[in-house]
């Protein structure tokens, strides 16, 4: 009995051959992906667009010229007595202006060149001492030179006014009076 199961294993070996990998199927399967691959490469290389070629997004000219510039208006000394004292205030204004706009607000300041720097003087000259030296933000003259150059400048197509904002980054007082 013990040499039973032993022949029976013996004759399920013998009588199922060895299996054995059919080289020349696996060489053609590997050949037919090979070249499935260049196909769908050169399909895709061949309907898409050249990658050195510029894209442009509808509206990108449009969104260049809402965006906007710095123009300078002034760089000058204006002088200030409202304290009794002699006050020279070393000043520079930009006008922050949409692209838009640019060439219109320089033909504006060209010119009107005179008369801005008359406004601009007198509003420094009637302030008052406080809304000089006492205001960091320089929000009341700002706001009166905004006031001042809506008038000058007017407003454009949109009827939006040609300066966006008045940009005061220079306003040093000296005291002239001794």
């Not at 006050?87 to 520079?92: M, N, Q, V």
């Not at 504006?108 to 302030?127: P, S, T």
């Not at 960091?136 to 300066?163: C, H, K, N, S």
Request: charged share 30%; hydrophobic share 40%.
């Amino acid at each position: 009995m013990a040499d039973e199961p032993a022949t029976a294993e013996q004759e399920s070996t013998e009588a199922a051959p060895p299996k054995k990998l059919n080289i020349k199927l696996i060489g053609v399967i590997a050949v037919m992906m090979i070249a499935e691959g260049a196909g769908v490469y050169f399909l895709v290389s061949m309907t898409s667009g050249s990658s050195s070629s510029a894209m442009t997004i509808e509206g990108t000219e449009e969104a260049g010229r809402e965006q906007t510039t710095e123009v300078l208006l002034i760089e000058d000394r204006f002088q200030n007595v409202s304290s009794g004292t002699v006050w020279l205030w070393d000043t520079s204004i930009y006008l922050q202006v949409r692209n838009k706009n640019t060439d219109r607000v320089e033909k504006i300041m060209k010119q009107r060149e005179a008369e801005i720097q008359e406004g601009v003087a007198k509003i420094f000259r009637r302030a008052e001492d406080k809304h000089l030296r006492d205001d960091p933000g320089l929000e009341t003259i700002t706001r009166q030179l905004t006031a001042y150059l809506y008038d000058v400048f007017g407003t454009d197509r949109d009827d939006l006014p040609l300066i966006e904002r008045i940009i005061i980054p220079k306003c040093t007082g000296i005291n002239a009076g001794g």
